[in-house]
C-alpha cells in the first residue's frame, strides 16, 4: 500500500514537472509572437510620423516661396508707388 502511495506520488510529481515545462514552452512562444506584433505595429506607426513631417515639410516650402512671392509684390508695388508720389509732388 505504500508502496502504491510512493509509485502515485513520483508520477504526479514528474507530471507536474512536465506540465510546467510545456506551459513555460507554449508562454514563450505566446510572448514572443506578441512582442513581435508590438514591434511591427510600432514601426508602421513610424512609418506614418515620417510621411507626415515630409508632408508638412512640403507644405512650409510651398507658403516659404509663396511668402518670398509675396514680398516681392510688395516690394515692386512700393516702388511704384514712390515713383507715382515723385510725378504728383513735382
Same mark, same amino acid.
Given at each position: +500500500?505504500? /508502496?502504491?502511495?510512493?509509485? %502515485? =506520488?513520483?508520477?504526479?510529481? $514528474?507530471? /507536474?514537472?512536465?506540465?510546467?515545462? %510545456?506551459?513555460? $514552452?507554449?508562454?514563450?512562444?505566446?510572448?514572443? /509572437? &506578441?512582442?513581435?506584433?508590438?514591434?511591427?505595429?510600432?514601426?508602421?506607426? %513610424?512609418?506614418?510620423? &515620417?510621411? =507626415?513631417?515630409?508632408?508638412? &515639410?512640403?507644405? $512650409?516650402?510651398?507658403?516659404? !516661396? *509663396?511668402?518670398?512671392? +509675396? &514680398? +516681392? /509684390?510688395?516690394? !515692386?508695388?512700393?516702388?511704384?508707388?514712390?515713383?507715382? *508720389? !515723385?510725378?504728383?509732388?513735382?
Amino acid at each position: +500500500m505504500e /508502496s502504491t502511495v510512493l509509485i %502515485i =506520488g513520483c508520477i504526479c510529481t $514528474v507530471l /507536474s514537472i512536465l506540465f510546467a515545462i %510545456i506551459t513555460f $514552452v507554449i508562454n514563450r512562444n505566446h510572448d514572443s /509572437s &506578441k512582442h513581435a506584433r508590438e514591434t511591427a505595429s510600432i514601426s508602421t506607426d %513610424i512609418v506614418y510620423i &515620417k510621411d =507626415g513631417i515630409s508632408e508638412l &515639410k512640403t507644405l $512650409v516650402n510651398a507658403q516659404t !516661396k *509663396e511668402q518670398t512671392q +509675396m &514680398k +516681392m /509684390s510688395i516690394a !515692386k508695388l512700393e516702388a511704384r508707388v514712390d515713383d507715382i *508720389e !515723385k510725378r504728383v509732388n513735382r
